[in-house]
């Protein structure tokens, strides 16, 4: 079986301001459009960090600490720190395009028709998109926020949703024509045992984003 892989790097999203902060393993930064460098600033208090309170189980093995990092901090495309991160379908969608400047509707279109898994499907933008353009999409993702919010956004729309480990797809071989994961099996306890779940799943001549 022959799999196309095709992959994009960059910035999460585009800057468009001078100065913005990330936080990266819950270390504070703060990064120059100018110069696109990473500098350490003070981290803030764990009481007001929520990166660094998703990941304050030490006790948890990796793969589940990752469930408790997503379950307590969902990618809604919001602002990491707001206590409200809540969206919905349109504000989703379009923070997800215009966050990912890579990304554009005419990419969802290719798929009419076709059967795309989508893998760490968050809030579910992208699920949302290959269901408009035709898609028959499954959904999955590793916490039940992301299944929860995924069913609420994609309401109307023909999309099988379940949460399901990306290390142990449950789903027969050569499943699907696409599968898209956006960000997400690097995040893998194991990411090496989460392709090769893509490449099982995949059809032969089937693509992967």
């Not at 009481?47 to 030490?58: I, V």
């Not at 408790?68 to 349109?90: F, I, V």
């Amino acid at each position: 079986m022959f799999v196309v892989i095709e992959i994009f790097c960059g910035w999460n999203s585009v800057l468009t301001e001078m100065e913005r902060q990330i936080v990266v393993f819950g270390v504070q930064y703060s990064v120059r459009k100018d110069s696109g460098h990473p500098r350490r600033i003070p981290v803030k208090p764990m009481e007001s960090n929520p990166c660094l309170r998703a990941r304050d189980d030490s006790k948890l093995n990796p793969q589940d600490r990752n469930r408790t990092w997503w379950e307590q901090l969902p990618m809604t495309y919001e602002k990491w720190e707001d206590a409200d991160r809540s969206t919905n379908r349109e504000r989703v969608v379009a923070n997800f395009l215009n966050s990912n400047p890579w990304l554009s509707r005419d990419y969802f279109k290719r798929f009419g028709g076709k059967e795309v898994l989508e893998i760490g499907c968050g809030a579910g933008p992208a699920t949302c998109l290959f269901a408009e353009y035709g898609a028959n999409v499954t959904a999955i993702d590793l916490t039940d926020a992301a299944v929860n919010l995924t069913t609420a956004n994609s309401s109307g729309l023909p999309v099988k949703i379940q949460r399901m480990d990306a290390e142990h797809l449950d789903f027969p071989p050569a499943s699907f024509d696409h599968v898209f994961s956006w960000g997400v099996l690097h995040h893998s306890a194991e990411p090496v045992k989460a392709f090769s779940e893509v490449a099982r799943v995949l059809k032969p001549g089937g693509t992967v984003l």
